[in-house]
């Protein structure tokens, strides 16, 4: 069983940036996609990027060139690093991991889940 456990999030003004982290347990880490949504108040949940356990990545358009995946297999750990960052990026951020290696952006093949660290962007 895989548990997944965010970081990172806070409150910032318009602009700035953040890096969210989400250590992964109980599993082989490497073996796993590991991907990023978020949900914002009143909407579903959103895909924000994937880095798949080859090594691909895909982003939505809203933060492609903004944001950045990555991971660190040795730290069983994957990061979001949010540069630019805009009042519509305010959400909870959740971590997910799937078993499938290839490039998934949908969540309902995400079998694990954290419990999602609060990002809040003012203007």
């Known amino acids: 069983q895989v548990q997944l456990v965010e970081s990172g999030g806070g409150s910032v003004q318009a602009g700035s940036s953040l890096r969210l982290s989400c250590a992964g347990s109980?599993?082989?880490?490497?073996?796993?996609?590991m991907a990023w949504f978020r949900q914002a108040p009143g909407k579903e949940r959103e895909f924000v990027a994937v880095?798949?356990?080859?090594?691909?990545?895909s982003y939505a358009d809203s933060v492609k060139g903004r944001f950045t995946i990555s991971r660190d297999n040795a730290k069983n750990t994957v990061y979001l690093q949010m540069d630019s960052l805009k009042p519509e990026d305010t959400a909870i951020y959740y971590c997910?991991?799937?078993?499938?290696?290839?490039?998934?952006?949908?969540?309902?093949?995400?079998?694990?889940w954290g419990q999602g660290t609060q990002v809040t962007v003012s203007s």
């Open positions: 880095l798949s356990a080859r090594w691909y990545t």
């Open positions: 109980g599993g082989t880490f490497s073996d796993y996609s």
């Open positions: 997910a991991a799937t078993p499938i290696i290839a490039v998934v952006r949908t969540s309902s093949y995400y079998d694990y």
